[in-house]
């Protein structure tokens, strides 16, 4: 049977200090020498002494946790390997800090009052936002918190770029889309196809630009554009649109991994060869892209270490995580590899 849970004067009488320099100490408090926080350590070590996390918000004004507020319904989070690869990013790096993360998901519009309120209420420390749409109020609801915040993702909304303080993670969308419609072009193919992300979505619209840019149009071929939504069901739509066109595209260029997928289904349902009829190439570089049949050509971003960097910058702007050089944290933007595989 366990004894009484050890309390701050026990540690201070073990450590033969008072009661206010373990207080201190425990909750991350300046002004003690290192010879006595060493002693008080040892002190909460030996006793196995745990602070009392309701007491230590008072001290530290800080309540140890994390809002992740991710713009998509549990059905698309939980659906797509994307989230859960950048989730654990966050995991990682918020854990490493002793911070708890609070996942918060967007059913309907009705959530963002909820949301809202609940970041407003001073529950949590700073907040990290990605998967945004047009016109989303997540940024203003941030801001109005007064929450230090971070963004996956480049802001797309008015007055985003003007911001000095705005703080985002995204990767070279438009880059890596431009590499695989150009391999596409070394390959001979020449009636190339686009399936779009959502375009209320910045990453699907540097995605489409990137297309654009290879193929050095300004604007795209209406007979080679069709419209998804980063699922595999919008993939296989979109795929068959294109196929009941004039001309049939010789390859596409797929908004995300899962597009991809899907389109892969619709040509094998057709009856179409991939590579040889249609080539086929997607974006993420998601694990199951190299199980796909056959395996997909595809741009890879580093999603889980994406998700890391956005905990690293909200950590360092709250004055975790070990920042050092008092350097100020700055946006992100990592690069995109083409990754060739037999779809192409």
């Known amino acids: 049977m366990h004894g009484p849970r050890p309390t701050l004067e026990a540690v201070a009488a073990h450590a033969g200090v008072s009661r206010a320099t373990v207080s201190r100490v425990v909750n991350g408090g300046a002004g003690v020498r290192k010879s006595l926080r060493d002693r008080v350590q040892a002190s909460v070590a030996e006793l196995g002494y745990i602070p009392n996390s309701a007491a230590r918000s008072l001290v530290t004004r800080r309540t140890g946790a994390v809002a992740v507020v991710i713009a ?36 309907g519009r009705t959530d963002y009052d909820r949301i809202g ?31 230090p915040t971070v963004f996956g993702g480049r802001p797309g ?8 303080e705005l703080l985002y993670v995204d990767t070279d969308n438009r880059g890596g889309a431009r590499q695989a419609v150009e391999h596409l072009l070394q ?16 990453s699907a619209l540097d995605r489409l630009d990137g297309y654009l840019d290879a193929l050095g149009l300004s604007e795209p071929d209406p007979a080679l554009v069709a419209h998804g939504d980063f699922t595999a069901e919008g993939g296989e739509r979109a795929m068959a649109e294109l196929l009941d066109r004039s001309p049939v595209p010789d390859a596409v260029f797929a908004g995300n991994d899962l597009t991809a997928t899907g389109a892969l289904r619709t040509l094998r349902a057709r009856g179409l060869r991939v590579p040889q009829d249609v080539a086929v190439v997607g974006y993420d570089d998601l694990e199951q892209a190299a199980w796909a049949e056959p395996a997909l050509t ?24 070990g920042a050092s050089g008092g350097e100020r944290p700055a946006p992100v933007v990592t690069p995109a590899q083409l990754v060739v595989r037999a779809s192409s």
């Open 298 to 321: 595809t741009v890879r971003q580093d999603i889980q270490g994406m998700g890391r960097m956005m905990a690293e910058l909200l950590l360092r702007r709250l004055g975790l995580g």
């Open 187 to 202: 390959r001979g193919r020449r009636r190339i196809a686009v399936i779009t992300g959502p375009l209320d979505q910045t």
């Open 117 to 147: 309120r609940y970041l407003a209420g001073g529950h949590v420390d700073g907040a990290l936002m990605f998967s945004l749409h047009r016109d989303d109020p997540l940024p203003s609801m941030a801001n109005a918190s007064g929450l």
């Open 72 to 107: 998509e319904p549990e059905t698309r989070v939980f659906s797509d390997p994307f989230f859960a690869q950048q989730l654990r990013g966050i995991s990682r790096e918020l854990a490493a800090c002793d911070t708890q993360l609070l996942l918060m998901l967007l059913e």
């Open 157 to 164: 909304w008015p007055g985003a770029e003007d911001d000095p």
